[in-house]
């Protein structure tokens, strides 16, 4: 039996088709804290509509605003949004990265006076000052005893996630407020890898 023609254009190329999925740039101001619970976030959520790129690298703010833009323009095109996840803790460049990251188009999350903070929020609302990274730590090991900051288990942190952004947004409800202490903003880049 004789075999078919194949069908017109069968043998065409099909023209490339653009990600159907937003691509988010999360470049953290540490190696391991804010790096390791939004890796946990974005592997727990697996929403196919939203990918996460998340990359850590312990500098200062302005620092961690030109290592995002130098890897926005590496990636040409390749991200819809970069964020920029860092401290106030002792920085005297926050206001400066601020301005610079929003000339670059970076938006920033940044937790006043830490990220242990924004962990805390999943737990207790937090309205008192809190000067220091070791202010802080006694009142997550409430919660997480033993908390190491080099090793974040995002299970911890799951289940008070919405509890976590709706405490935030009471301290920030712009989420720019970085020299509100407490405060994070924090909880906009956790809906943005929702989806919202």
């Not at 697996?46 to 323009?73: D, E, H, M």
């Not at 995002?154 to 409800?173: E, H, I, K, S």
Request: proline share 5%; hydrophobic share 40%.
């Amino acid at each position: 039996m004789a075999r078919p023609f194949p069908r017109e254009g069968s043998g065409r190329r099909r023209a490339p088709t653009r990600r159907s999925a937003r691509t988010i740039l999360v470049v953290c101001g540490s190696k391991e804290t804010e790096r390791q619970y939004l890796q946990g976030l974005r592997d727990h959520l697996r929403n196919a509509a939203i990918s996460v790129v998340v990359r850590g690298k312990a500098c200062s703010p302005t620092q961690l605003i030109a290592y995002a833009k130098t890897q926005r323009n590496i990636g040409k095109g390749d991200f819809d949004e970069v964020w920029c996840v860092f401290d106030v803790d002792q920085f005297v460049d926050i206001d400066a990265a601020v301005i610079a990251a929003r000339r670059a188009g970076i938006k920033v999350a940044i937790s006043n006076p830490c990220f242990e903070l924004w962990l805390l929020l999943h737990f207790t609302p937090q309205r008192a000052h809190v000067a220091t990274y070791k202010q802080i730590l006694p009142l997550l090991q409430k919660h997480v005893p033993g908390y190491d900051k080099t090793r974040v288990d995002f299970a911890l942190y799951r289940d008070g996630r919405a509890d976590a952004v709706t405490n935030a947004q009471a301290l920030d409800p712009t989420g720019q407020d970085h020299a509100r202490n407490p405060s994070t903003g924090v909880w906009q880049l956790v809906e943005r890898m929702e989806g919202r």
